[in-house]
């Protein structure tokens, strides 16, 4: 079976930091794009950021741009975000997601291999 676990949530302080993980197991995760989304309370999921399989190429919400890192250690079959001045509006559930490509964007629809989802609250 593919799995993703998303690991690294918790709470922080606005202005803070946190780094998540995706581990994946079942398959390569090499071979596959990934992405990051996330659900605030009330919301609809959206997407935060996307890499590469190579981890060549990445994209980010305009509302993480410059605040947020995502990056891939395919040796560890592992994905991270680096998340940098959090805020509030950044609480929410992170869930990461694969694609079968080398890249895919921001669309829901172009993942299959979904995580459970890691807490992320942004609160003093």
């Known amino acids: 079976q593919l799995q993703l676990v998303e690991s690294g949530g918790g709470l922080v302080q606005p202005g803070g930091s946190l780094r998540l993980s995706c581990a994946a197991s079942?398959?390569?995760?090499?071979?596959?794009?990934i992405g990051w989304f996330r659900q605030a309370p009330g919301k609809e999921r959206e997407g935060v950021s996307c890499?590469?399989?190579?981890?060549?190429?990445?994209h980010y919400a305009d509302s993480v741009k410059g605040r947020f890192t995502i990056s891939r250690d395919n040796a560890k079959n592992t994905v991270y975000l680096q998340m940098n001045s959090l805020k509030p509006e950044d609480t929410a559930v992170y869930y990461c997601?694969?694609?079968?490509?080398?890249?895919?964007?921001?669309?829901?629809?172009?993942?299959?291999?979904w995580g459970q989802g890691t807490q992320v609250t942004v609160s003093s």
């Open positions: 079942g398959f390569t995760l090499e071979d596959y794009a």
């Open positions: 890499i590469s399989s190579s981890g060549g190429n990445t």
């Open positions: 997601a694969a694609a079968e490509a080398d890249f895919a964007g921001p669309s829901e629809t172009q993942y299959a291999y």
